[in-house]
């Protein structure tokens, strides 16, 4: 907290109108609404996760643009159904998702092909 002498200075102090806290998979968020900034600005922490954009909804809330293989308030989630959702991938190859929405197996050594399929 900034005391007069630092005020008259020119220094100003951010006025906090409220504190939000949330619970998102064991993660604590909290957030100091400053009413200069939209709630997104205000987030002591980035709130979506995976690449998810934060959009401020109201004064006192927020959405998160998630990618399409991530749903949920804050984009922790795997979203229901992508290209990996039914394990494409053959003999212990692990599906990777790509930006498009397509995948790719990385295949362990016995096996290879798209899909992991030869031997």
């Given at each position: 907290?900034?005391?007069?002498?630092?005020?008259?200075?020119g220094q100003?102090?951010?006025a906090?109108?409220s504190?939000?806290?949330?619970?998102s998979?064991?993660?604590?968020?909290?957030?100091?609404?400053d009413p200069?900034?939209?709630?997104?600005?205000?987030l002591?922490?980035?709130a979506c996760?995976?690449?998810g954009v934060?959009?401020?909804?109201?004064?006192n809330?927020?959405?998160?643009?998630?990618?399409?293989?991530?749903?949920?308030?804050?984009?922790?989630?795997l979203a229901?159904?992508?290209?990996?959702?039914?394990?494409?991938c053959?003999?212990?190859?692990i599906?990777?998702l790509?930006?498009?929405?397509?995948?790719?197996?990385?295949?362990?050594?016995?096996?290879l092909?798209p899909?992991c399929e030869?031997?």
């Open positions: 907290m900034l005391n007069q002498d630092e005020m008259s200075k100003a102090a951010a906090v109108t504190l939000v806290i949330f619970l998979n064991g993660i604590i968020f909290l957030a100091a609404q200069n900034q939209d709630f997104c600005q205000s002591w922490s980035n996760q995976n690449g934060c959009v401020a909804a109201t004064t809330d927020f959405e998160c643009q998630c990618t399409e293989q991530f749903a949920g308030k804050t984009c922790s989630d229901v159904e992508n290209a990996c959702t039914n394990e494409p053959l003999h212990g190859g599906c990777i790509l930006s498009g929405g397509s995948f790719t197996c990385d295949c362990t050594r016995e096996f092909g899909l030869e031997r």
